[in-house]
């Protein structure tokens, strides 16, 4: 009974704190909303009017054709004809091109005689993320090329195999991606900085020591924090969901009850990381650069922006223990995916373990300071 | 002021006002028509508590922000139209002396040299005598962090020195200093004065410490309500002062608050085992203390500045109620069943005992074999300058940090292993009233009194005596940030005292509260005491020893002192017909622990 009437205490205490200073309430809702719409935008990997030229050594009709056909797409942009190695190199260098297509001398010979084609993409590499965007929408052409090619000469199979497939985004928006993951990181670096900066603000005005000298215990105090933080939490994910649902038009594909457990078991974890941080950090701007310490490579190693699959081994390993890392798969897949309980389970479990692994780490060491 | 004063003045402010916007929009009042000025080779004291506008005056002669309103005159120059030209004549020492603590003595001193562009060539004989003044020449390549307060305070002193100023203008030299280090800035002071004819204006929340100067201006809550030469406000004093003793088997204190009460006394305090006190009207008159057999005592500063302050309560409580200096018109009342004894002596009934107490922090010992006892019902001191390990024992009693070694049983119970049960038998006030600024006074309550589990028909009747006793009924909807110091002050005591603690802890509940504040505090623990609560309480004022039943005085982590403050007196020799103050003892106890220690080696 008394446990119960405390933690409500310290629930109310802590969501009169954040809602009744007009600065701390702005910063838990215009800073989550604005990013959710500037990343949005800002951080898409969509291709427009990508140059590219062709080293077409072949001049047949299926080269011509298929040139015709990358030129028809909205995505790349012709920029010319070269005629040798030498030219190739000197347009990726000097980036007038992102893409050189090479199409070789026996193209249309052998796609006609053996009915097996091969063509060549140059790409600049310089940025892998558009690279590997041209490379999608370059095989997307391809295998439209190969479906035509293949009805028209009643071929039992595809004359050039396309390696890449995109799966449930088949317009290669890229924002379909992106938007629902930021549900995941904007809430993320929420969580983490207002459970740090809010015990770091009753350290500093020393009504932590005050709280410490009250009967609630450890636990207490942590449920105190977590409960406040969790609702906030939920509160700001569900305003990214509708500005994703609605603004951005992506449709929902799964179950809210899952997305909601799954979300709730996340934002646990996330408080948990705040909490670890705070436990180590003594004022509000050590625990403000305790956040960013964590939340800078929590965001890169998420997959978010970079495939997990392309990153070194090594740092392929660091990947398992960044809760954003599950989190970004667990929307994908309950939103665009429409996974079950059974689906997302494989990243329920670690978040879990980490979530427990923090929590009871940051108890611990709030009972360790006094004993 | 007259024009001839005026024009040879090294200092000259007139009619300045400066305020600041509040968060919440509403401008504060930070200083309010002040006028001063400052003759050469004096010394001017600032007085008054935190927030009363002494900071802001200083930063302003010191050109580091602007006056509002009014003018300010360094050695003739206007500080607004030639700031750099200014600075450049003023030495200025910030509160917490302005050092980098980690760099040396040394090198601070360099730094300090290198902003006021002194010569290389010329330091040596520069710094010789300032570190022959401050004894600090054995520490040159000591890292200023790791030196003493005291020490800290006469480097900070120095490097101001590097060069010589037209003006010495410091921020609250001696607070928190330990009283050995307090007299020796004041020789430095006094000779620099003296021989070097420097002007000096320092502010200061001691009152003591007015009676030293050459002037002294009080300020409150950013007026001066009263300047001139300090020997004025001794003279308002003149005939009025007296000391009585207490009868056999009654403690000093509680006299103390039995006078402060009666009409016709201004003012009370408990000091050498007797009772000081100042009465309304001159000796010509009949005296209320007549029946006491007064023996006249030498009038202070403080007892003519308790003279101009508005009156008592008990003679004026309806103009007053409004006014956050007023003390709410009835004592407040705690365990309202229990029986007040005339008598309030503390049983033998151990409610805290430490025993062999350390704490260090790495290498630094802070709380060094410290072992005492505190009885029931006993108000019990912890007093000692800063960086004693005051607070450190505190933190260790309240359950707050783990001792390295030693026993320390709070209520019974092992503090290391104290439960919730035992919290739910002790109330704290920390430093600053540690409050949630966010929430409403109310808020606060509401929230402590759940904390302590307070529900139903109990928590109504204790919230209700807590905004009655404290008088918070007016301010229960005011964001507790922005409420006036002493109310969170009494806020802060109302949310220790809800759940009725058998122990109360405060720590430094009076440092940077007006004198008038002060008393009214004290007169709230003496009831608390008489009504059967055990509080422990430290402070860096000694005199505030006197208040105590029994005390410990700490310094650099070892008991100097323990025992009644009749008993740690006894360790100084009185000087004249005055009885030694806590102060003398202090300096009487270092200088003869020093003296041994001299002797051994």
Redesign the interface.
């Known amino acids: 009974?008394?446990v119960l009437?405390?933690i409500?205490?310290?629930v109310?205490?802590e969501l009169?704190?954040v809602f009744?200073?007009p600065r701390s309430r702005m910063t838990i809702i215009v800073p989550p909303l604005l990013q959710m719409f500037v990343f949005g935008y800002a951080a898409s990997f969509d291709l427009h009017q990508a140059r590219f030229a062709v080293w077409d050594q072949d001049h047949g009709p299926a080269a011509t054709q298929l040139i015709s056909d990358m030129r028809a797409s909205n995505v790349f942009l012709y920029a010319g004809e070269v005629s040798s190695p030498a030219a190739v190199r000197r347009c990726i260098d000097n980036k007038k091109v992102m893409m050189v297509l090479e199409i070789p001398a026996e193209f249309q010979r052998n796609l006609t005689s053996r009915g097996n084609g091969r063509v060549e993409a140059i790409v600049d590499g310089r940025n892998s993320n558009t690279a590997g965007t041209a490379l999608i929408y370059l095989s997307s052409i391809i295998s439209e090329f190969n479906n035509q090619w293949r009805a028209a000469n009643h071929l039992p199979r595809a004359p050039v195999d396309a390696v890449v497939r995109a799966w449930y985004n088949p317009e290669f928006e890229s924002r379909w991606d992106i938007v629902p993951g930021l549900i995941g990181l904007l809430t993320l670096l929420q969580m983490i900085l207002l459970t740090a900066m809010s015990v770091a603000r009753e350290r500093e005005?020393?009504?932590l020591?005050?709280?410490?000298?009250?009967?609630?215990?450890p636990l207490e105090i942590i449920a105190g924090k977590c409960v406040p933080t969790l609702l906030i939490g939920l509160g700001q994910a569900t305003a990214a969901l509708l500005v994703a649902r609605f603004w951005f038009g992506i449709p929902f594909a799964g179950s809210y009850g899952v997305l909601y457990l799954g979300l709730g078991i996340f934002l646990l974890a996330s408080i948990g990381v705040g909490l670890f941080v705070s436990t180590f950090t003594a004022t509000m701007q050590q625990a403000m650069l305790g956040t960013f310490l964590f939340m800078v490579p929590f965001a890169i190693l998420s997959g978010l922006t970079t495939p997990i699959t392309s990153m070194p081994p090594l740092v392929q390993h660091i990947t398992l223990i960044d809760p954003l890392r599950y989190a970004v798969t667990l929307i994908h897949e309950v939103y665009l995916q429409a996974y079950g309980l059974n689906g997302i389970w494989p990243q329920l479990w670690p978040l879990m373990l980490i979530a427990a692994a923090t929590l009871l780490w940051s108890s611990w060491a709030f009972w360790r300071?006094?004993? | 002021m007259n024009i001839a004063d005026a024009s040879t003045a090294k200092l000259r402010c007139a009619h300045v006002h400066r305020s600041f916007r509040r968060k919440n929009g509403s401008m504060l009042r930070a200083v309010v028509d002040v006028s001063l000025v400052a003759r050469p080779g004096t010394v001017t004291a600032l007085v008054g508590p935190d927030g009363a506008g002494k900071t802001t005056l200083l930063r302003m002669i010191t050109a580091l922000i602007t006056p509002d309103q009014g003018s300010i005159e360094v050695a003739g120059l206007n500080v607004v139209k030639s700031p750099a030209a200014v600075q450049a004549m003023v030495g200025y020492m910030p509160q917490r002396f302005g050092l980098y603590e980690d760099l040396t003595v040394e090198e601070n001193l360099n730094l300090y040299a290198d902003l006021h562009g002194v010569r290389p060539g010329d330091r040596a004989a520069i710094y010789e005598p300032l570190m022959k003044m401050t004894a600090l020449a054995p520490f040159m390549h000591r890292l200023a962090g790791r030196l003493s307060g005291g020490m800290k305070q006469k480097l900070g002193l120095a490097c101001t020195l590097v060069r010589t100023p037209e003006l010495l203008v410091l921020d609250e030299p001696t607070v928190g200093v330990d009283p050995v280090s307090r007299r020796e800035l004041w020789e430095i002071i006094t000779r620099l004065v003296g021989d070097n004819g420097l002007t000096v204006l320092m502010s200061t929340p001691y009152l003591d410490e007015a009676d030293r100067c050459d002037a002294a201006l009080v300020l409150y809550e950013g007026r001066v309500i009263s300047d001139g030469p300090p020997k004025a406000m001794r003279d308002l004093a003149a005939g009025r002062v007296f000391r009585v003793s207490p009868p056999v088997g009654q403690t000093p204190r509680y006299m103390q608050a039995r006078l402060m009460a009666q009409p016709g006394i201004v003012d009370a305090v408990p000091e050498g085992g007797q009772v000081r006190c100042v009465t309304a009207t001159g000796s010509q008159t009949v005296n209320p203390l007549a029946n006491l057999m007064p023996q006249a005592a030498v009038p202070r500063f403080e007892d003519g500045f308790m003279i101009t302050l508005p009156q008592k309560p008990h003679t004026d409580s309806s103009a007053n109620a409004a006014d956050h200096k007023t003390p709410p018109d009835k004592t407040p009342v705690h365990n309202s069943n229990k029986n007040q004894t005339s008598n309030p002596a503390a049983s033998q009934d151990p409610v805290v005992e430490v025993h062999d107490l350390v704490r260090r922090f790495g290498e630094f010992i802070a709380v060094n074999h410290v072992s005492f006892t505190v009885r029931r019902r006993e108000i019990f001191g912890l007093l000692g300058p800063n960086g004693a390990g005051k607070s450190t024992t505190f933190r260790m009693l309240c359950g707050l940090l783990p001792p390295t070694s030693g026993t320390l049983r709070v209520a019974g119970v092992d503090a290391r292993r104290a439960g919730a049960a035992a919290r739910q038998r002790l109330g704290y006030v920390a430093q600053k009233f540690s409050l949630y600024g966010h929430l409403t006074m109310a808020g606060n309550l509401a929230f402590f009194a759940s904390a302590y589990g307070l529900h139903g028909r109990k928590r109504r009747e204790r919230l209700a005596w807590a905004i009655e006793e404290f008088g918070l009924a007016d301010y229960l909807q005011i964001l507790s940030g922005a409420a006036p110091g002493g109310y969170k002050q009494r806020l802060a005591m109302a949310c220790a005292l809800l759940h009725e603690p058998e122990l109360l802890f405060l720590d430094e509940p009076t440092s940077g509260v007006d004198p008038l504040a002060r008393r009214e505090f004290w007169q709230l623990i003496n009831t608390l005491a008489e009504c059967g609560v055990t509080v422990v309480v430290t402070t860096h004022f000694m005199e505030e020893a006197e208040y105590c039943d029994r005390l410990i005085i700490l310094n650099n982590g070892r008991i100097l002192a323990q025992g009644s403050p009749a008993e740690v007196r006894r360790h100084a020799t009185a000087k004249g017909s005055q009885p030694p103050t806590m102060e003398d003892a202090f300096i009487a106890i270092v200088e003869a622990s020093a003296a041994a220690a001299g002797g051994k080696a």
Do not use: H, S, Y
Not at chain 1, 209 to 217: A, E, I, K, N, R
């Open positions: 009974m008394n009437l405390r409500i205490a310290l109310l205490k009169a704190t009744k200073e005005q020393g009504t020591d005050q709280l410490l000298v009250t009967p609630m215990g300071k006094l004993n």
